[in-house]
């Protein structure tokens, strides 16, 4: 008797189990991804292009050119000239920023993009390139593809949000 009652209780374990794994999982909304934790803290517009081949060839040109400049380790040779050359585009980068978006600026610009509403009888694509050029005025704003499309969506008027 004590057996089978076991037994019954874990084929209804195993049916809640079940039950369970064919429940939909709930999907984040579109205002999830507004958490100020989520911005991103890399804001460079730069971004490489992710690689889809894995048939690199070596040139044998680039052979050559590393046989004739091996580093031997002697005081005359320098051997940081490529990490030299990275920090010194990257303090070229920050300095054009700064001159050219300055804090007060950028705020104004990532505010601009933030409380976008569209306008009083404005068309929805009127509206969508006009988005689009607040973001192309400050492209290093930071916003996740996410909160760009969630701003946008807040921003447009509710006849459009019903479709």
């Known amino acids: 008797m004590a057996a089978q009652l076991q037994q019954l209780q874990?084929?209804?374990?195993?049916?809640?189990?079940?039950?369970?794994d064919r429940e939909p999982q709930p999907r984040p909304s579109i205002g999830d991804k507004d958490n100020p934790h989520t911005f991103y803290q890399n804001r460079?517009?730069?971004?490489?292009?992710n690689v889809q081949r894995q048939d690199f060839e070596i040139k044998p040109g680039m052979i050559a050119l590393v046989k004739d400049h091996i580093f031997?380790?002697?005081?005359?040779?320098?051997p940081g000239t490529i990490s030299r050359t990275l920090r010194r585009y990257a303090a070229r980068l920050s300095a054009f920023l700064d001159h050219f978006y300055t804090k007060s600026k950028n705020a104004a610009l990532r505010t601009k993009i933030a409380s976008f509403q569209q306008y009083?009888?404005?068309?929805?694509?009127?509206?969508?390139e006009r988005y689009k050029e607040c973001r192309r005025e400050?492209?290093?704003?930071?916003?996740?593809?996410?909160?760009?499309?969630?701003?946008?969506?807040?921003?447009?008027?509710?006849?459009?949000?019903t479709l």
């Open 138 to 161: 400050c492209p290093h704003h930071g916003y996740s593809d996410e909160q760009i499309l969630s701003i946008f969506y807040d921003g447009v008027n509710w006849d459009y949000r």
């Open 120 to 128: 009083d009888g404005e068309a929805f694509c009127e509206a969508w």
């Open 72 to 78: 031997h380790g002697l005081p005359a040779e320098i």
């Open 10 to 20: 874990q084929q209804i374990e195993q049916m809640r189990k079940a039950q369970q």
């Open 44 to 49: 460079s517009a730069i971004v490489p292009p």
